[in-house]
């Protein structure tokens, strides 16, 4: 098992000689000590990217990047059994998700920006005078890309995917509670043919590594997915050095059902949307607005598919739902369940673990809440678990209200069989995404990202290039 740091196409202890042990969530053993980056790796991996831009790396021809980029796609694709075992260990997903989702997703990704790497191009400007105009397209230059925990693999693909076919050089910071599969991710670049320093992967803590890379005046810009005080964090940090930022940060997603709506296919999905990553998902649909006429009868299918669905290893090819990523996920969804009774909403299921509880692991009941008001703290923060807030709604300006009513935007879905009213909210929504009929679909070609706290940038399709390059203008005198 790879557990050091790779800086400039090597292997490395940390300066400090530090380990962190990465822990399974489903048994609570240590699965292995992974070497723990500091800001003197930071440094290092920094001056290796440095390096490494003006390079073979830069002066290559962007289809070359593109063959290399696409070859760490399919190289992911060979090692995918291995690696959905690793990322189900260190994360808890079951391994249905890791096998079907977040490899061959990951996978995707590194296809269409292998492709998409000879597609940058400038334009040419009809400027006034006897001038000639037009624009490069240029990498941004030392990239560093935090990622959460939550999809290991899949959000550091979504920014190293893009970040290279950019030809920028890269430092990846993984998460802490999920360092394995972003280590696998800088062997299989040296694999596919990436030059030494090109991309270069520190695990280590927010709060040292996280921060030094930030806070790095050599860096020059950062990409984020985290929670979003992280990221009102990073933007003080990046202050200093006027570092370009992209956040992609929390939700509070409305899963939005009308009472003409098909509403098994709605009860299925209501389910998947909340439950999907035990609920560790940003676009989680963790508020369920059900339209009043058909509320009693509606939440009565979604209880009745909640109670069948109990958490269990995620290794087994059956499991529906592994454990939390770790004790203070699992704290942190236990403290919530306490707010929510609290404020008076009524526990329909769940609210706590499971007994007995499958292995040691930290493994939480599907919970599903109703009688929640819309300003209540279960109602507007992010709990990032398997917890589900339902609320009813009247048509109309309440609906609005109701589901633009947090500081998020991340995403959201409408639940109707009319097609005018479904496109009209769809407009009216505050929120990058919004699905129709439909819950949590992505794609490596699709925008992705949020609207208000949720926020900033888009990852994903060709609109990541507006973070991952800058645009120069040239002009020449033709009097
Ligand atoms: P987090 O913000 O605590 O950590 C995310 C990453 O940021 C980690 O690698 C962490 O080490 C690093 N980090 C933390 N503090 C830092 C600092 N001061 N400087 C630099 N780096 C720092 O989030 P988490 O708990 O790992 O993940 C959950 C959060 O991520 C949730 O809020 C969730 O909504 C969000 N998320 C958003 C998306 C999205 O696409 N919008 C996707 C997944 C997760």
Same mark, same amino acid.
């Given at each position: 098992m790879l557990t050091k740091l790779f800086i400039n196409g090597k292997w490395e202890d940390a300066a400090s000689g530090k380990t962190f042990p990465t822990i399974n969530p489903a048994t609570t053993e240590v699965i292995a000590q992974i070497a723990e980056g500091g800001a003197e790796d930071i440094d290092r991996a920094v001056k290796a990217a440095r390096a490494a831009r003006g390079g073979p790396w830069g002066k290559m021809n962007a289809s070359e990047r593109g063959r290399i980029i696409w070859k760490m796609g399919e190289r992911l694709l060979e090692r995918a059994e291995e690696i959905a075992r690793l990322e189900t260990m260190d994360n808890g997903k079951t391994i249905t998700e890791s096998s079907k989702i977040d490899v061959p997703y990951s996978a995707d990704l590194y296809f269409y920006y292998g492709g998409a790497a000879t597609k940058l191009e400038g334009h040419t400007i009809p400027v006034n005078g006897p001038y000639f105009n037009y624009t490069l397209r240029e990498p941004l230059g030392v990239v560093g890309l935090i990622v959460p925990w939550n999809f290991p693999l899949l959000l550091a693909s979504r920014k190293v995917a893009a970040a290279l076919a950019a030809g920028n050089t890269v430092i990846l910071k993984p998460a802490a509670q999920t360092p394995l599969t972003a280590l696998v991710l800088a062997e299989i670049g040296m694999e596919a043919g990436l030059p030494a320093g090109v991309l270069n992967v520190v695990p280590g803590h927010g709060s040292t590594a996280g921060a030094a890379l930030v806070k790095h005046s050599d860096v020059d810009g950062i990409a984020l997915t985290g929670g979003t005080s992280t990221g009102q964090q990073l933007m003080r940090d990046a202050a200093a050095t006027v570092k370009k930022l992209h956040l992609e940060l929390g939700g509070k997603s409305p899963n939005i059902v009308f009472a003409d709506a098909d509403l098994?296919?709605?009860?299925?999905?209501?389910?998947?949307?909340?439950?999907?990553?035990?609920?560790?998902?940003?676009?989680?649909?963790?508020?369920?607005?059900?339209?009043?006429?058909?509320?009693?009868?509606?939440?009565?299918?979604?209880?009745?598919?909640?109670?069948?669905?109990?958490?269990?290893?995620?290794?087994? %090819?059956?499991?529906?739902? $592994?454990?939390?990523?770790?004790? /203070?996920?699992?704290? @942190? +969804?236990?403290?919530?369940?306490? =707010?929510?009774?609290?404020?008076?909403?009524?526990?329909?299921?769940?609210?706590?673990?499971?007994? %007995?509880?499958?292995?040691? $692991?930290?493994?939480?009941?599907? /919970?599903?809440?109703? @009688? +929640?008001?819309?300003?209540?703290? =279960?109602?507007?923060?992010?709990?990032?678990?398997?917890?589900?807030?339902?609320?009813?709604?009247?048509?109309?300006?309440?609906?609005?209200?109701?589901?633009?009513? /947090?500081?998020?935007?991340?995403?959201?879905?409408?639940?109707?069989?009319?097609?005018?009213?479904?496109?009209?909210?769809?407009?009216?929504?505050k929120a990058g995404t919004v699905w129709i009929n439909t819950y949590n679909n992505y794609d490596a070609a699709m925008p992705y990202g949020g609207y208000k706290m949720s926020g900033f940038g888009r990852e994903s399709g060709m609109e990541a290039f507006e973070f991952y390059t800058q645009s120069k203008s040239v002009w020449v005198d033709l009097s």
């Open positions: 098994e296919a709605a009860a299925k999905m209501a389910l998947m949307g909340i439950f999907y990553n035990k609920g560790e998902v940003c676009t989680a649909g963790s508020r369920l607005l059900v339209e009043k006429p058909i509320y009693d009868g509606f939440m009565e299918k979604v209880v009745e598919r909640a109670k069948k669905m109990q958490p269990a290893d995620p290794m087994d %090819p059956k499991s529906r739902l $592994g454990p939390l990523v770790s004790e /203070t996920q699992l704290a @942190n +969804v236990k403290k919530y369940i306490e =707010i929510g009774e609290k404020e008076g909403a009524r526990l329909l299921v769940g609210g706590r673990q499971p007994e %007995p509880t499958p292995g040691k $692991g930290y493994f939480f009941q599907p /919970t599903i809440f109703d @009688n +929640v008001q819309p300003t209540s703290t =279960i109602a507007q923060e992010e709990i990032f678990g398997p917890v589900l807030a339902t609320l009813t709604f009247q048509d109309g300006d309440e609906l609005l209200k109701i589901a633009n009513g /947090t500081m998020y935007g991340l995403a959201a879905a409408i639940w109707t069989k009319d097609i005018k009213k479904a496109h009209r909210l769809a407009k009216a929504l």
